[in-house]
């Protein structure tokens, strides 16, 4: 699907161009303005989104404050949008869309990333395991009762170092 985005971007590019100049009215159509109030929707849902990491640990892993911001940016992303949307200035939302989008994921990853503990699992496990020696093509490592996604709990990591078998737990920071 990766190489599919390209050629759909100079289509989207070609519809908004031919929008612009008014060769189209695709934008005015009462079916574009459903569409637009489920994209704000989702925009709204993806505000939301770093929320749901409450199911997934305790609230004391992470910064709320980077939660915040991704929300608060992301309300007013999706109200701007709709403004000059319904305003009938398309370049303007389109403008507004695409940076706004960026600034979304700017904040993600400055902000709401790397204080998720849990997503830095790997990282932790493969430095407590070159710590421990268990590194290089001689020794077999196997993983047991490892497994990254939600994670609430602790897991039991164990490599094997011939003749001694080594555990550690994980623990959630």
Known sequence: MLPAFPGLAFLTADALVRCFRKQSHYLQRPIFKFAMIVWTVAALGLAAGPWFFLTLTRANQFTVGGFLAFSVAGIL?????????????????A???GVG?????????????PNLNYIHLSKRLADDLIRLGAYGKDVPV????????GWPSTKVAVFIRPPTIY?????PR
Do not use: D, H, Q
């Open 77 to 93: 992303y999706a109200a701007v949008v709709l403004f000059w949307f319904y305003r009938k200035r398309f370049e303007v939302m």
């Open 95 to 97: 403008v507004f869309m």
């Open 101 to 113: 989008m960026a600034f979304m994921i700017a904040i993600l990853y400055a902000a709401v990333f």
């Open 142 to 149: 196997a993983a047991v009762g490892y497994g990254e996604p």
């Open 167 to 171: 555990s550690f737990r994980i623990r």
